[in-house]
């Protein structure tokens, strides 16, 4: 991207974005309940948040001629879906800060944060069945209730790493449940409101492909991505004993003792930086980076594909800016 | 009702329990997921429950002329829904036992059973959109989005009674979101899989007013029920301070000396069973025991006039049965 496209990308993805704040807070507002319940389930998604997935859902339907307002209302059930998802999984990680600003939990307690999401995951269902009607309330409701199901299996396939995740393959399954299906979810409800449900598959692809390069692209930069762009330690994940993409594909290409120093490295968070620095070298000299470079590059170009055919356009410019910046953001 | 008659609707009500529970156990068992996730999330709901909401379901969608095989997934829906719901409760309440086995959260760790409730959230409306079609599929989705909407501003108040339950008012509406709004919904649902969306709202009141007056029917029980039926202690609701519709009623009937006296044994886990006598006693004075009977009378009629003018069949006796039996049960 030139400066003057770049600059021109992320105005539009703040107009994107203001629209769905705007839905957001009027929705929030507008309903009548305690004012715990109402604190706890409005607390993280007011907090911030790039708002990627409805923006992928307005820019879809944008570029297949749907109309925004009525884009609107799954847009922001999708983020409060996501949202649902990391009040819950903050509660299970044991997280006190996200977003900068202390966790649902942390802030009202664990039984009103648990209702606080069950809440949030409600209003996706009732944002659904009150603002569309037919087939194409019914195919929203189906997306994003395989989207909630695979979150599900994703996470707890996440929660036993070692019985779940053993190789490449697993993690890409993973992730695809995990983070991917969701995007997938998004992309695929811009094409339904755009009444397009006959390239729903298509649509499919590009936030499943997207989806799958995102994590990877954040495994990369988990690994060695400038701390003072990503605001991580360097080797965090490696401290973390995180089973990423790169460290799965060469656990089992090192030698015994390059191995076994690996592994008494590898989720060692007292390891001092000079292990974890060597630890890494391992990771980039079985070729883990390289391989993960690789795959990103593969998952962006099927991304990129799905917009094959589709005339120029705002939309169409829009999102491939959009997958070029997720594949080469440095943090 | 007879014995014949009683009989009949045993009979009945098993027969309508053994197609929920092996459409159910079919059902789990088809899921390709985490051994964990399975056993979490199947935990509770194998382990039996009365399935009265399913039960509903097939009875109105029989009443209406509705197909039993198609009415199943619905009625399956709603009893996971229940059944999240629970789970996410006993968390909340911290409770260890429930249908006489440990809780969920208790067998798998809050994380799992947390995860569980959700999964089986996601299955809900994955029934849903997987088994109906167009308005169908989006009337019940509606439906269900809002008994969940309701079910957690319900238990919101129920947290902090002090706050949001201050009278009889209060407390209908409490319960009609905590416990008659999934009622509602499942009965509603039977009209909906019957093709008969003109009746819903009819329907609506026949789950609204059954739901309210069986937590009435509970909340006498509590007071005045027979502990060798029950199997709960004498004066159990006095010993937790639940304020509940008898209780409600009476609070500022009571004198000064009364009021501090039942106070005193209002939520004492400790205090004796002389004490908590005499506080049920104050409770059946002022009229709270009688007023309760009679709003369930109240409720109950609502529930059979929502009945008049359907011809006389085998549902419609089975669901007259039905109502009889929640408010004249003894445990």
Redesign the interface.
Known sequence: MDNSQTEWFWSRYEEYRAMVNKYIEDYLSSLD??S??RGASSHLILSGGKRVRPIFVLSVSELLGGDLEHSLPVATAIEFLHNF?LI?DD??DQDMFRRGVKTTHVLYG???A??A???L??????L???N????E???L??L???A??N???G???D??PD??VKGVDDYIKMVYLKTASLIEASTASGAVVAGRIDLVDRFRELGKSIGIAFQVADDILGLVGDPSKTGKPVGNDIRNGKRTLPVLYVLDKMDKDEYEFFMSVFGNEGADDESVKRAIDLVVKYGGINYAREFMGEYSRRARDTLKGFEDSDAKSFLINLIEFIVSRDK
């Not at 995951?121 to 009732?126: A, C, D, W």
């Not at 569309?132 to 087939?135: D, K, S």
Request: charged share 20%; net charge neutral.
């Open positions: 309940i305690p715990e319940l998802t819950h509660i299970m664990v039984s009103t648990i209702l999401g069950d809440y995951f409600s209003l996706v269902f009732g659904v069945s009150r569309y009607r037919g087939e309330a019914r195919f409701t189906k994003l209730a395989e909630s199901e979150i599900c299996i996470q707890a396939m929660i036993q019985k779940y």
